[in-house]
Nanobody, 123 residues
């Protein structure tokens, strides 16, 4: 059983930055692809960024390319999301989750979700 705990959210003005962190416990962290998802009020949850187990392959939603950077530290069992140039449309609850690969994590993330961390961007 893998447990994931997200942190680092908060309130920031447009143009600002935040760094989200996700700490994992249990399981074999380095074998999982990891992803950051977000869900805004009234919208479906979407994949924002994903990273392969070794950290070599990364993918981003078009809406965040060039602004967000995903990274992982397999020795510490953490995955991070550096978010720059934040915009009000980035406001959402952000979740991390695991999957089999970066190619499939959007459609088939693990069934268990953490509580997420709220990111609010004011204009």
């Amino acid at each position: 059983q893998v447990q994931l705990v997200e942190s680092g959210g908060g309130l920031v003005q447009a143009g600002g930055s935040l760094r989200l962190s996700c700490a994992a416990s249990g399981g074999t962290f380095s074998t999982y692809a990891m992803g950051w998802f977000r869900q805004a009020p009234g919208k479906e949850r979407e994949l924002v960024a994903a990273i392969s187990g070794p950290g070599i392959t990364k993918k981003y939603a078009d809406s965040v390319k060039g602004r967000f950077t995903i990274s992982r530290d397999n020795t510490k069992k953490t995955v991070s999301l550096q978010m720059n140039s934040l915009q009000p449309e980035d406001t959402a609850v952000y979740y991390c989750n695991r999957g089999t690969s970066t190619a499939t994590i959007a459609q088939a993330p693990n069934a268990d979700w953490g509580q997420g961390t709220q990111v609010t961007v004011s204009s």
